[in-house]
């Protein structure tokens, strides 16, 4: 009897489901080592259960061996495309700034009406004014920031200015408690005169 297709699906049943990932990893372990050692080929393989448990094979050595043979590898490969891909984004970079120089001259000189035609394409209106969106967030992020500053040095300037009048004014009150208390301590007059003396000298003055 010919062996019915499988439809490749997620299988419900918990049961069913781990005894088919047991099995499924063997045959796939079991092909690997078989490609192995008929290619001559280095091969790793790694998985994780639905529980989160760890399955590994490396055919030839450790798994650790592997990887690093993996990242030297794709590190060297990656190099030698950013070596061969760097003059070609820098003709991209150079062919979008000549293009976005050229709106901006487009631009000016339509709204200053110096164009030959006059008149500006759709795309390119909705270009300019995306452009022009941009320069203005970027200008008043930059006003900010500046306003920002000046504010905070104007706050510490006000801030040290408030603290040097403080001790002036507090150097002051001391002199004025002193000098008051030197000239009470002059005019004070003992108890033990009579008050006809007093007098006397007060109407001779």
């Known amino acids: 009897m010919a062996r019915g297709k499988v ?14 990932f047991c099995k499924r990893r063997g045959g796939l372990f079991k092909k690997a080592k078989e490609l192995s050692v008929l290619c001559d080929a280095d091969i ?16 030839n050595g450790n798994m650790e061996s592997l990887l690093e043979r993996y990242k030297k590898i794709y590190a060297e490969a990656q190099g030698e495309g950013s070596e061969v891909n760097q003059p070609q984004a820098t ?30 394409t759709l795309d390119e209106l909705q270009l300019l004014e995306k452009n022009l969106e941009a320069w203005i967030y970027h200008t008043r992020s930059a006003k900010m920031q ?9 706050r510490n300037k006000v801030s040290s200015n408030e603290g040097i009048l403080k001790v002036a004014n507090q150097i002051l009150q001391e002199k004025i408690t002193e000098q008051h208390g030197l000239f009470a ?10 008050y006809s003396l007093i007098c006397d000298n007060y109407y001779q003055v």
């Open 7 to 20: 439809q490749i699906r997620r299988i419900e049943n918990p049961v069913h489901r781990q005894v088919t």
């Open 44 to 59: 790793g393989i790694i998985m994780f259960s639905s529980h989160g448990k760890l399955f590994e094979l490396a055919t």
């Open 91 to 120: 003709e991209q970079e150079i062919l979008m700034l000549r293009q976005e120089i050229d709106l901006l001259q487009k631009g000016s000189r339509y709204m200053f009406g110096e164009g030959a035609t006059g008149y500006m």
């Open 146 to 154: 500046i306003m920002s500053e000046e504010i905070q040095m104007l």
């Open 185 to 194: 301590s002059s005019v004070m007059i003992p108890d033990n005169i009579p």
